[in-house]
Nanobody, 115 residues
Framework: QVQLVESGGGLVQPGGSLRLSCAAS????????MGWYRQAPGEQREWVAT???????NYADSVKDRFTISRDNAQNTLYLQMNNLKPEDTAVYYC?????????WGQGTQVTVSS
């Protein structure tokens, strides 16, 4: 199973930006699908974005035009650039990878958007 470790979360004011990283234990070019979910307090986990090994990208409507997902297979890292952050983006963000029908999750990184 792939080991994933997120970083880059923190406290930011509304309208600010953060970039999350997700480092994989092995080569990310062997992971066909990677992406991000988030979970706000008291809410169910919500899908945010997905990127495939071929570069197909999809976003949730709530983050489209504000968030950008990317992957650097040379660095074995997945990224989520988050711009124009809103208080409703406050959540724990989890990266995931799907390989051989198994889903691996990171431990999560907290993002708090507040003035």
């Amino acid at each position: 199973q792939v080991q994933l470790v997120e970083s880059g979360g923190g406290l930011v004011q509304p309208g600010g930006s953060l970039r999350l990283s997700c480092a994989a234990s092995g080569s990310t070019d062997s992971i066909p699908v990677m992406g991000w979910y988030r979970q706000a307090p008291g809410e169910q986990r919500e899908w945010v974005a997905t990127i495939t090994i071929r570069g197909t990208i999809n976003y949730a409507d709530s983050v489209k035009d504000r968030f950008t997902i990317s992957r650097d297979n040379a660095q074995n890292t997945l990224y989520l650039q988050m711009n124009n952050l809103k208080p409703e983006d406050t959540a724990v963000y989890y990266c995931y990878g799907i390989k051989d029908f198994d889903v691996s999750w990171g431990q999560g990184t907290q993002v708090t958007v507040s003035s």
